[in-house]
Each structure stands twice: as structure tokens, then as C-alpha cells.
T-cell receptor, first 112, second 111 residues
Framework: DAGVIQSPRHEVTEMGQEVTLRCKPISGHDYLFWYRQTMMRGLELLIYFNNNVPIDDSGMPEDRFSAKMPNASFSTLKIQPSEPRDSAVYFC??????????FGDGTRLSIL | SQQGEEDPQALSIQEGENATMNCSYKTSINNLQWYRQNSGRGLVHLIL?????REKHSGRLRVTLDTSKKSSSLLITASRAADTASYFCATDEYNFNKFYFGSGTKLNVKP
């Protein structure tokens, strides 16, 4: 079975640019999670969806961050405008209710 | 926050030795999970233990859960160099399927 697929794997862009991260969850999973991982703050939950509906976005750092899930097989996390402090590894994960999460390999984002 | 916290932050052992990592959390949980992360990769699920379970085994892994002490431990027996990775515990908010991850234990197994 294909796992969670994230793209791009690496993104380097200049401050102020719009960044879009993409995620394809495992087919049949109805929960999708976006995390950010940094050395300083560890793994932080940004937002999660159930059946394509955002359930909790309390971890989204500020209005520059937005996430959508237009259908069961695709989600995006957008940062506009991007800042150097947004540099991190962003992970997407999917799961069924009360079951382990399956993570993608992440997008390593560097904002110059 | 229900965030789990792992202890120790780093652990270095010789191949063949056992490795024990601990996780403490703050409030009631529905289940607790352990994950492994190899450098540059996503997290991989190892074991899920529910609040009404006390111990669970999977191959060389043994997880215990003490809800009275709000703590869990992960034991890796007969460690191998390939076990070198960071290990995280994750605890959920009851009925919300929302998980908090600790800061992890970085395990180095020397050949």
C-alpha cells in the first residue's frame, strides 16, 4: 500500500514568498494531521481534519498559515507571506479513529 | 497540555544491550503510542497501548503503562545498530483523536 505522500521533499524560498505544501493521505483514512518539527519546539500539531473538515486549528501559529482539504485524497498547507522563522520540517499524517498515525517523510522548508 | 515527556533525552549503549526509555504525561488518556524516527524520515508507529492495558510486547519491544503514575516505558531488548533513532511517545486527548508528542529520546546504539 502507498503511504502518506508529501511534496515537495525540500523547498527553499525567499522571505515573503508564498509556500504551498501538499499531502496525499492513505486511502480510506478519515483523519489528516499537519505537524511542524523544529529543534527548539519539537513536534507541534498545527491542524487536523476529520472527513475533510477542520476540527482543531489551535496550533496554527498565525494568520499567515492556512490549510485546506478539498477532498479525501488531498490537503494543502499554505504560508503567505513566509518568514525565516517558518523554516522547519512539516509533516502530514493520516489515520483512522483511535488508530496509529501514518506519517509522510516530510517537507524540509528553508526560508531565506 | 497532555504532552508526554521522554526521559532520558539521549541514550548511548553498545549493541546487544537493552535500552529503556520513559514517558510521563499529565492527565487522563485513552491510549499511549510509541513512535520511532530515523534521521530525515517521518515517524513510524511502534506500539499502541490502551489505558486499560498494563503491558504489551512486539518482537524485541516491551511497553508498560502505569496510569496511576501517568508514565510509560519502552524497553528495546538486545539492541542493534539499526535501532539508532529518536523515539517519541504520544498521548491523546480522550475522544478527540488529537495527539501530543514529547520531545523524544535520541538513542545511539554503537556497533
Amino acid at each position: 500500500d502507498a503511504g502518506v505522500i508529501q511534496s515537495p521533499r525540500h523547498e527553499v524560498t525567499e522571505m515573503g514568498q508564498e509556500v504551498t505544501l501538499r499531502c496525499k493521505p492513505i486511502s480510506g483514512h478519515d483523519y489528516l494531521f499537519w505537524y511542524r518539527q523544529t529543534m527548539m519546539r519539537g513536534l507541534e500539531l498545527l491542524i487536523y481534519f476529520n472527513n475533510n473538515v477542520p476540527i482543531d486549528d489551535s496550533g496554527m501559529p498565525e494568520d499567515r498559515f492556512s490549510a485546506k482539504m478539498p477532498n479525501a485524497s488531498f490537503s494543502t498547507l499554505k504560508i503567505q507571506p513566509s518568514e525565516p522563522r517558518d523554516s522547519a520540517v512539516y509533516f502530514c499524517a493520516s489515520s483512522l479513529w483511535d488508530q496509529p498515525q501514518h506519517f509522510g517523510d516530510g517537507t524540509r522548508l528553508s526560508i531565506l | 497540555s497532555q504532552q508526554g515527556e521522554e526521559d532520558p533525552q539521549a541514550l548511548s549503549i553498545q549493541e546487544g544491550e537493552n535500552a529503556t526509555m520513559n514517558c510521563s504525561y499529565k492527565t487522563s488518556i485513552n491510549n499511549l503510542q510509541w513512535y520511532r524516527q530515523n534521521s530525515g524520515r517521518g515517524l513510524v508507529h511502534l506500539i499502541l497501548i490502551r489505558s486499560n492495558e498494563r503491558e504489551k510486547h512486539s518482537g524485541r519491544l516491551r511497553v508498560t503503562l502505569d496510569t496511576s503514575k501517568k508514565s510509560s516505558s519502552l524497553l528495546i531488548t538486545a539492541s542493534r545498530a539499526a535501532d539508532t533513532a529518536s523515539y517519541f511517545c504520544a498521548t491523546d486527548e480522550y475522544n478527540f483523536n488529537k495527539f501530543y508528542f514529547g520531545s523524544g529520546t535520541k538513542l545511539n546504539v554503537k556497533p
